[in-house]
């Protein structure tokens, strides 16, 4: 991708007050060449998180989160199983406060297999937050409906080459 992609990225995660990531089925752990790899990727990005006031929603069913470097409290897996239920309480009251702030979402490599999950809902909250911005990263499902298509970015990438270029990218 061009630098002038990778420089309103980072702009915009530097102007978001708030950050929400959706990690789909193309950042599951068997997408990845090994576990390291998998590991190495997340522990990069847990340090740039961690600036931020952010929550990660997941559509994996298994707990992918539990042995890396992010803050479980700032991540819900809503199909893991019912012990998720406080944490989906949570990330809905989180996501409350999102309402009227500048608010970055970045979703990565999700498909339709659950799409009530986060991807419906994050074009809904594009859609009633003005000051927010959404970037879809997937090489097949990258689409946008067109009424939130200038807050919002279809990146038609495949979610852990995008993940790999922005970490080579910053460095």
Known sequence: MENTFWEKFIQDYNDAQML????????????FESEAAMSEIMDFYSKFLDKKNYFIITSHKEGCFKDSGFNLKRVCNPLDSSEEQGQWELYNKWLSATLNKKLMIVELGEDFNNPNV?????????????????YRVSDKFYQL???????????????????????????
């Not at 991807?119 to 927010?132: A, G, L």
Request: aromatic content about 10%; overall charge positive; cysteine-free.
């Open 145 to 171: 409906p067109e009424n939130i298509g200038e807050r919002a970015v279809g990146v038609p990438e495949n979610a852990i080459r995008f993940l790999i270029e922005l970490r080579e990218y910053l460095g």
């Open 118 to 134: 986060f991807r419906w809902p994050f074009e809904k909250i594009v859609f009633i937050n003005q000051k927010s911005k959404m």
């Open 20 to 31: 929400v990531i959706g990690v789909g089925r193309q950042l599951h752990k068997s997408q």
